[in-house]
Nanobody, 121 residues
Framework: QVHLVESGGGLVQAGGSLRLSCAAS??????MGWIRQAPGAEREFVSA????????NYADSVKGRFTISRDNAKNTAYLQMNSLKPEDTAVYYC????????????????WGQGTQVTVSS
């Protein structure tokens, strides 16, 4: 079983940056992604990366501002978030699945507990 632990959330001003980390136990050969849930909203796909880092995808709302990466030697994924906006405020969850890239939240099998990102205006 894969266990995921997120870290790196916090409070930043609009226009600022944060880097989230997700440490995974278990196999390296998993797709890892980030899903967020804003107050009063449903969960929303943010980004995902293949096991070898060869392919990524992003929600349109974060494209050009967020970058996902992974370090398989450390079995850790990262989400670099730049030019943050108040609407990025959410709990960010690390998630993982076996297989290929997916933007479907229901296809992710493993979930972390989330880390809070708050962007002030």
């Amino acid at each position: 079983q894969v266990h995921l632990v997120e870290s790196g959330g916090g409070l930043v001003q609009a226009g600022g940056s944060l880097r989230l980390s997700c440490a995974a136990s278990g196999s390296t050969y998993i797709v890892m992604g980030w899903i967020r849930q804003a107050p009063g909203a449903e969960r929303e796909f943010v980004s995902a990366i293949t096991w070898n880092g060869g392919a990524t995808n992003y929600a349109d709302s974060v494209k050009g501002r967020f970058t996902i990466s992974r370090d398989n030697a450390k079995n850790t994924a990262y989400l670099q978030m730049n030019s943050l906006k108040p609407e990025d405020t959410a709990v960010y969850y690390c998630a993982a699945r076996w297989g290929s890239l997916s933007q479907s939240i229901n296809e992710y099998t493993y979930w972390g507990q989330g880390t809070q990102v708050t962007v002030s205006s």
